[in-house]
Nanobody
């Protein structure tokens, strides 16, 4: 599985960015594979990676308090893609953002990480 994260960049405080994370490769090249949990994490130097937002295939959402009301997670299961719409960005949102998918195939499931995309917010 390859998870390709994109959409990061430099934005002024108060601005917006939309991150995307698309899964490709095996097992999505065969029928039966799907993604249950799609999640976004972020990490700054010297700190642990923290959950930003997550969504399940069944529609459950988990949004970190620090971004509630500003960030929205969504998904397109036909494209095996997750999105993170980030509005009203603050300097403290600066981090490397990673996507994490729970891949499901038959009776097995496992987690995959994307490579990360840098988000920088200037004050």
């Amino acid at each position: 599985v390859q998870l390709q994260a994109s959409g990061g960049g430099l934005v002024q405080a108060g601005g917006s960015l939309r991150l995307s994370c698309a899964a490709s490769g095996y097992p999505f090249t065969i029928n039966g594979a799907s993604v249950d949990v799609m999640a976004w994490y972020r990490q700054t130097p010297g700190k642990e990676r923290e959950l930003v937002a997550a969504t399940t295939k069944g529609g459950k959402l988990n949004i970190a308090e620090a971004v509630k009301g500003r960030f929205t997670i969504s998904r397109d299961d036909a494209k095996n893609t997750a999105y993170l719409q980030m509005n009203s960005l603050k300097p403290e949102d600066k981090a490397v953002y990673y996507c994490k998918f729970e891949v499901v195939l038959a009776s097995k499931s496992w987690y995959e990480w994307g490579q990360g995309t840098q988000v920088t917010v200037s004050s």
